[in-house]
């Protein structure tokens, strides 16, 4: 399995970014997939979480209503739409993915994902 993350830049404050991260070797029908991020000097923190299938979707406290986790099946691709952004949203976002079906606080821990992109990173001017 391979995740490749696409679509971080520099953009000013307010303004909007879209991730894409493309999954080959597809996980599973009931797999999990999530966003997350990691700012210099902190550790890797929970964004947002989708399944492949169903609508079981969450968010942190920190980017609800601002960012939006969709995916295209289809394509096997995963896209984090974010707006409203802010210099505190600056980090390298990471795609993950596990083939497990995960729920509750189990989708917004790093440990319980398998399979992670490169990072893309994401700088937000105030």
């Known amino acids: 399995v391979q995740l490749v993350e696409s679509g971080g830049g520099l953009v000013q404050a307010g303004g909007s970014l879209r991730l894409s991260c493309v999954v080959s070797?597809?996980?599973?029908?009931?797999?999990?997939l999530g966003w997350f991020r990691q700012a210099p000097g902190k550790e890797r923190e929970f964004v947002a979480t989708?399944?492949?299938?169903?609508?079981?979707?969450a968010y942190a406290d920190s980017v609800q209503g601002r960012f939006t986790i969709s995916r295209d099946n289809g394509k096997n691709t995963v896209y984090l739409q974010m707006d409203s952004l802010k210099p505190e949203d600056t980090a390298v976002y990471y795609c993950?993915?596990?083939?497990?079906?995960?729920?509750?606080?189990?989708?917004?821990?790093?440990?319980?994902?398998?399979?992670w992109g490169q990072g893309t990173q994401v700088t937000v001017s105030s």
């Open positions: 993950a993915a596990t083939s497990v079906g995960l729920v509750g606080d189990l989708r917004f821990s790093t440990y319980k994902y398998d399979y």
């Open positions: 070797g597809r996980t599973s029908s009931y797999g999990t």
């Open positions: 989708i399944r492949w299938s169903g609508n079981r979707i």
